[in-house]
């Protein structure tokens, strides 16, 4: 199924509160790609908001598996609705559990004389050249056949690297009508965490908290641009690791920022 057909159905599902089901491609193993499921509920939650407010955080903690293949329905609750601002809370309900919650905080625009410029960049060389992800049939997850990768800096997951560093680039396989924040959310939840390569064998890891900011560009986005990705592992120990990542678009504008606290099972 198209990402683009899942989102509709989530917008439509959750004003409803008519159930939904992610299928198999979208899933890592029996659950659901985390990035898919924080995008669709995020969804749910932009149909409440007032238009003209733009996403401008985004936390995310996914409390337990969401199953592929198996029903759930949105709930979704106002906080609080100011002048300029809304928060707003969802949560996906599976087998009358929570399994994902998130808060959004949005904001329209403000007239500012306060103006920094983003100076960080990235030197990647264009992806068209370098190494791409396998796909399914190598042991990649189910999902990972929506996306295209290449890769800049990074082993492969399992592979016992030393290098904690995850750099590339990453767009839709088949691209979307249009590139909204939803497709944002998903793309950056793409990538494995950099933890990962550093195992030698296959062992599960899983983001408990994940915080998105957004940073709404200037320029107009292709639905087929590639997106460049930089996270670095900032600690890892004891069973946890906490990673960052910078998102820019073709252009080279930052788009977003992602923070994620990751659970290890070595």
């Known amino acids: 199924m198209h990402f683009d057909q899942l989102l509709y159905q989530a917008q439509a599902f959750a004003d409803n509160d008519i159930a939904m089901i992610i299928p198999e491609n979208w899933g890592q193993g029996r659950t659901v790609f985390g990035g898919v499921s924080a995008a669709l509920l995020y ?15 985004l936390t995310t903690n996914f409390v337990g ?7 759930f329905t949105f709930e979704v609750e ?8 809304s928060q707003i809370t969802g949560r996906i309900i599976q087998n009358g559990q929570v399994a994902v919650i998130q808060q959004g905080c949005f904001g329209g625009d403000r007239t500012s004389n306060i103006e920094v410029e983003n100076q960080e960049r990235h030197s990647m060389p264009a992806p068209e ?25 990074g082993g492969m997951p399992y592979s016992g690297s030393d290098d904690s560093r995850c750099y590339g680039w990453m767009r839709f396989k088949h691209a979307p009508e249009a590139i909204t924040d939803a497709h944002l959310i998903s793309l950056i939840d793409c990538w494995p965490p950099g933890v ?7 062992s599960p890891a ?15 986005v292709v639905p087929d641009d590639w997106f460049a990705y ?3 592992t900032r600690q890892a120990a004891q069973g946890y690791a906490h ?3 910078n998102i820019w678009d073709a252009t080279g504008e930052l788009v977003a920022i992602s923070r994620q606290s990751i659970a290890v099972f070595d």
């Open 43 to 57: 969804a749910a939650m932009q149909t409440r908001v007032e238009k003209g407010r733009a996403l401008r955080s």
């Open 65 to 71: 598996p969401l199953l592929v293949n198996t029903p």
């Open 78 to 85: 106002m906080l609080r609705e100011g002048k300029s601002a």
């Open 129 to 153: 050249g370098l190494e791409k992800l396998p796909d399914i049939g190598a042991g990649a997850p189910h999902f990972t056949q929506n996306f295209d990768y290449a890769i800049a800096q």
């Open 196 to 202: 990962l390569q550093m195992m030698k064998v296959p």
């Open 206 to 220: 899983s983001t408990m908290m994940w915080n998105l900011e957004f940073i709404h560009p200037h320029q107009p």
């Open 230 to 232: 930089q996270a670095n």
């Open 243 to 245: 990673a960052e990542a």
